[in-house]
């Protein structure tokens, strides 16, 4: 199993209204890409709300191997996605690992 972590900020001039708009978009887009590549265990999309955090919203997936990571990542559905959430956040943080 591989483990995808990716952490956003979103974008400084956001009000909180608008984080919170623009997150739960990024859920809608992002967490039904599941159910399209083969592989994907699980995406799921999580908001920060606990004060000791440092970045606002996080990407979680699961998937069977590193093939289907790398098929995630190249998905239509994804590259879509990407194009809307690169236009609300900032600070992207990654990282992937074997489980």
């Given amino acids: 199993m591989v ?4 952490l956003w ?3 400084a001039e956001m009000t909180a209204e608008e984080k919170r708009t623009a997150g739960a978009k990024m859920k809608e887009l992002l967490e039904p890409i599941k159910d399209l590549v083969p ?3 699980e995406i799921k999309v999580v908001m920060n709300e606990m004060v000791s955090s440092n970045r606002e919203i996080a990407l979680i997936g699961t998937y069977e191997t590193e093939e289907a990571l790398k098929a995630y990542q190249v998905h239509p559905a994804h590259v879509e ?3 809307y959430v690169r236009s609300v956040t900032c600070d992207r943080a990654c990282l992937d690992y074997e489980v």
Avoid at 3 to 6: G, T
């Fill in 81 to 83: 996605a990407g194009k």
């Fill in 9 to 11: 900020n979103f974008n």
């Fill in 3 to 6: 483990k995808h972590i990716v």
């Fill in 39 to 41: 592989g994907a265990v």
